[in-house]
Every structure is written in structure tokens, then in C-alpha cells.
């Protein structure tokens, strides 16, 4: 069983930056793609970042692409993601989430490709 934890989230006025990390209890964080999610009230959890697991592939919607960054440091067990220009619209829960996977260059962008998800960390951005 993997666990999962995300911290830096916060209120952020819009034009703003964050960055997000997450932590995986799994020493073996290598053998996982990884990725964020964020779900706004009233919506869908939606796919905001994936990364194989060796860093090498990334991939992102064009809702973030150009201002969300995603990295990892496998000898920390840990994901980022580095989000600037802040949008309004960008407040959600985000959540980051790990896929057992063989491939190293897997980067998964539905949910279902996910086995571990972590509790969410809170998002909010001002006008």
C-alpha cells in the first residue's frame, strides 16, 4: 500500500505561483508513473499533469500547459508541481495519484490508469 501526501497548497492571488509536492511512502517510487488531478465544487476531478517514471515524458491539457510544471526526484519519493500564472479558475482540490506500471515511459491521463491517490490539498486563487 502506497501512501500519499500533498503539501504547499494555499490562497494565492491570480498571477501567482505554487508549488505542490508530494510524498510517497513507497521507496520504490521509481517503479510508479505519477500525476495531479484537481477537482473544482461542483465538478469533476479533472487530469492536470502526469510524468513517467523516470521523468523523462510529461504531459499536460492545454488548460495548464505553458503554466503547470510537473517534476519528480525518485531519490525523495517525491512528485511536484510548480504552477504559475495563477487563474481563478484554477482553485480546486488537487490531488496527486501513482500507477504501477512496467513502462518507463507511461504517462497515464485517466483515472482508472491510477492505483494510489493521495488526500488532496487545497488550491484557492483570487481575483
Known amino acids: 500500500q502506497v501512501q500519499l501526501v500533498e503539501s504547499g497548497g494555499g490562497l494565492v492571488q491570480a498571477g501567482g505561483s505554487l508549488r505542490l509536492s508530494c510524498a510517497a511512502s513507497?521507496?520504490?517510487?521509481?517503479?510508479?508513473?505519477a500525476g495531479w488531478f484537481r477537482q473544482a465544487p461542483g465538478k469533476e476531478r479533472e487530469f492536470v499533469a502526469a510524468?513517467?517514471?523516470?521523468?523523462?515524458?510529461?504531459y499536460y491539457p492545454d488548460s495548464v500547459k505553458g503554466r503547470f510544471t510537473i517534476s519528480r526526484d525518485n531519490a525523495k519519493n517525491t512528485v511536484y508541481l510548480q504552477m504559475n500564472s495563477l487563474k481563478p479558475e484554477d482553485t480546486a482540490v488537487y490531488y496527486c495519484?501513482?500507477?504501477?506500471?512496467?513502462?518507463?515511459?507511461?504517462?497515464?491521463?485517466?483515472?482508472?490508469?491510477?492505483?494510489?491517490w493521495g488526500q488532496g490539498t487545497q488550491v484557492t486563487v483570487s481575483s
Open positions: 513507497e521507496r520504490t517510487f521509481s517503479a510508479y508513473a
Open positions: 510524468i513517467s517514471r523516470n521523468g523523462g515524458n510529461t
Open positions: 495519484a501513482a500507477a504501477l506500471t512496467s513502462n518507463w515511459y507511461k504517462i497515464p491521463t485517466v483515472e482508472y490508469e491510477y492505483d494510489y
